[in-house]
Structures are given as structure tokens and as C-alpha cells.
């Protein structure tokens, strides 16, 4: 499956944002999907998880309340809203899939990144 995702930019602090993802290439809805982030000079770490049958959704501790991940199958798409953002939510973010999981934690597949920036 490719991946491709879209909608970072620049922000203020307390700004929300949406991050898009669009897979092709395969059968979306047999994918586990997930968001990872990697800021500068720290490791990729994972963000948010939805499940392949859109079931159950998992978040890092850091952004639970205020980010929110969901699917549409239809579109071959995954989001991901992002509310209340702070300065150290400022990463890369990136898309990633795992066939068939209900948590993606160590993704088959990657997108490339998007930038996100949080001005304090």
C-alpha cells in the first residue's frame, strides 16, 4: 500500500489542524492505520492508532483529548485532528499501515512525512 499524506503547516499555539493521509494500492479497510511523529534530534514516536475495521482507536498519552483519528474507507482515507496544539507538538508526522492489526505499533508501511509547526 502507498501512502501519502498532507496538511501540516504553520500554526499558533491553541490552533487546530488536520492531517490527511491517502492510501492506494490496496484494500484500505483490511489496514490497521496509524500517526507517528518524529521532532528534531528525538526518536520517531507513535501518536495515534485506528484499528482495520475502524473499531477501536489508540492514542499516546501526550495527545489523548485533544487529537482524534479516524477513517473513511470510502475515500481510502485517514485523518487526523489535531486540537489545542502546543509548541511540542511541532514533528514531521507521518502515515503508516499494518495489514489486519488493531493497533499499529510497529508499521509494515510508511508514508513521507508532513511537516507540523506550533509557534509559542
Known amino acids: 500500500v502507498q501512502l501519502q499524506a498532507s496538511g501540516g503547516g504553520l500554526v499558533q499555539t491553541g490552533d487546530s489542524l488536520t492531517l490527511s493521509c491517502a492510501a492506494s494500492?490496496?484494500?484500505?479497510?483490511?489496514?490497521?492505520m496509524g500517526w507517528f511523529r518524529q521532532a528534531p534530534g528525538n526518536e520517531r514516536e507513535f501518536v495515534a492508532s485506528?484499528?482495520?475495521?475502524?473499531?477501536?482507536?489508540y492514542y499516546a498519552d501526550s495527545v489523548k483529548g485533544r487529537f482524534t483519528i479516524s477513517r473513511d474507507n470510502a475515500k481510502n482515507m485517514v485523518y487526523l485532528r489535531m486540537n489545542s496544539l502546543k509548541p511540542e507538538d511541532t514533528a514531521v508526522y507521518y502515515c503508516?499501515?499494518?495489514?489486519?492489526?488493531?493497533?499499529?505499533?510497529?508499521?509494515?508501511?510508511w508514508g513521507q512525512g508532513t511537516q507540523v509547526t506550533v509557534s509559542s
Open positions: 485506528i484499528s482495520w475495521g475502524g473499531g477501536n482507536t
Open positions: 503508516a499501515a499494518d495489514r489486519y492489526r488493531d493497533y499499529v505499533s510497529s508499521p509494515q508501511y
Open positions: 494500492g490496496d484494500t484500505f479497510s483490511n489496514y490497521g
